[in-house]
């Protein structure tokens, strides 16, 4: 009778740690049916933190690690054609930052199986700010003149391009998601320049100052560059839209006028949703 009573017992012990975890698991699964938010009057409020860290070497010579801060206001401003047939969302974008008002606008829509952003006015949403403490950055083999351009460079591929259609329009179209948003599921972000893919690697609960989100956690890799293992970069999807953005370059290597070697940075940037606006 002992035997089948201790049976039972840990029977239910089983059956609820699979309920326990398979809960767990639900509570976490976002919207499967999920296509990102494009409503003209949707809106996203952010906070980001970047911060400079520099090695002792490089302090010793005189840079100071640095952290500075910015918000940006994100709203759906428009339903319109661009380059005379092309139909899209116009996202308008502002970012202040130590005082100074940013704008630009960049021009998403969603087809079939994808989000597309098409192209962009002035893209300084979540683009860290410059600093002028160093003459040159080598990263990846190349040298940049600040921080800002590293981190255009991992975002689009390249520094400014050559697509422009007229005055105003970077085209530059890219997918940032394939539908349906499954774990696992890999696509190619662009491959112009430099490859950049994105690859979902799971689901999380993400607690930011806008409330808790169920997100896939998207992983930005490039698989044919050598730097890849000095970059860390995930985006969190809800179905509220971006949540939350983490960026963390390692091993950047600093150098004066005359090409000495200064020092190393390694550098963090933190995005994350304080407010939105979402109609369905």
């Not at 640095?66 to 969302?89: C, N, R």
Request: with cysteine; net charge negative; hydrophobic share 35%.
């Amino acid at each position: 009778m002992k035997s089948k009573n201790l049976l039972l017992i840990l029977r239910i012990i089983i059956l609820s740690m699979i309920c326990i975890i398979g809960c767990e698991n639900d509570n976490v699964k976002p919207n499967m049916d999920f296509v990102y938010p494009l409503t003209v009057g949707n809106s996203w409020e952010y906070e980001k933190l970047f911060t400079l860290d520099f090695d002792s070497l490089a302090t010793f010579n005189g840079l100071t690690d640095t952290t500075f801060y910015s918000t940006g206001f994100v709203e759906i401003i428009a339903y319109e054609v661009i380059f005379d047939s092309l139909e899209v969302y116009n996202f308008s974008t502002t970012i202040t930052e130590d005082g100074n008002v940013l704008t630009g606008n960049e021009f998403y829509n969603n087809n079939d199986n994808s989000l597309i952003s098409y192209g962009y006015i002035n893209p300084f949403m979540f683009t860290p700010k410059s600093n002028e403490n160093f003459v040159s950055i080598i990263f990846d083999d190349k040298k940049f003149s600040d921080v800002r351009e590293i981190f255009d460079y991992i975002k689009r591929g390249i520094i400014g391009n050559d697509y422009s259609k007229n005055d105003s329009i970077y085209y530059d179209p890219v997918k940032c998601l394939e539908y349906p948003l499954r774990e696992n599921n890999q696509w190619i972000y662009r491959t112009y320049d430099i490859r950049i893919d994105k690859t979902i690697i799971g689901v999380e609960k993400i607690d930011v100052p806008a409330g808790e989100f169920n997100c896939w956690k998207i992983q930005w890799t490039y698989p044919e560059l050598s730097f890849n293992d000095d970059i860390e970069f995930y985006d969190f999807v809800s179905h509220e839209g971006l949540v939350q953005r983490l960026i963390e370059f390692k091993n950047m290597a600093y150098i004066d006028e005359f090409g000495n070697f200064i020092g190393y940075l390694n550098s963090t940037e933190e995005t994350y949703l304080t407010d939105y606006q979402i109609y369905d």
